[in-house]
């Protein structure tokens, strides 16, 4: 299965390819940052986000998009922006017909680490063993979606049964 994990974010948006399957190897083909411009306005950042994820589907062709579920924040601006790009993945999943899954922060620590306590450094560490990689990805915002991915591919959801069956039925 290949997926595209996304932590999303305004300003850094979190992006990885990975592929997998439950107890096989995970091969990481693309991490990275898609970065926006805080002074630009935020219909433009938007378009910029929802231009880089579509770069990125239409060169590695994933099965799913999995994006991290936008959780309550004590910062609701910040929360409101966490929001806007996620919703560029789940637009373009619907453009695409692309399988979504969506995951609590804590559902993907616990998929990484086997505890859906553990602190950001312990994700990149496993992130690091898991794809066996010669250094850490930068920023925290990429090892996140690779975490993201890893869930997609390892725990799944019923969204993607529920979307292979709605393309049968076409």
Do not use: Y
Not at 64 to 92: C, D, K, P, W, Y
Not at 96 to 123: F, L
């Amino acid at each position: 299965m290949r997926v595209l994990g996304i932590d999303p974010g305004l300003t850094r948006c979190g992006v990885a390819v990975v592929d997998g399957a439950p107890g096989r190897t995970l091969t990481a083909h693309h991490i990275g940052v898609l970065r926006t411009d805080p002074d630009q306005p935020t219909e433009q950042r938007l378009l910029a986000i929802e231009r880089g994820l579509a770069d990125l589907v239409d060169g590695w062709s994933p099965e799913v998009i999995a994006i991290e579920r936008v959780f309550s924040q004590h910062n609701v601006r910040s929360a409101m922006g966490t929001a806007q790009a996620a919703a560029m993945g789940l637009l373009l999943a619907a453009q695409r017909g692309i399988a979504v899954g969506m995951h609590t922060p804590t559902e993907v620590k616990a998929a990484v680490t086997g505890t859906g306590r553990a602190d950001k450094a312990q994700v990149t560490t496993m992130v690091v063993r898991l794809l066996r990689l010669d250094a850490p990805p930068r920023p925290a915002d990429a090892a996140d979606a690779v975490a993201i991915a890893i869930c997609q591919i390892w725990r799944g959801t019923g969204q993607r049964r529920l979307a292979e069956a709605l393309a049968a039925a076409r």
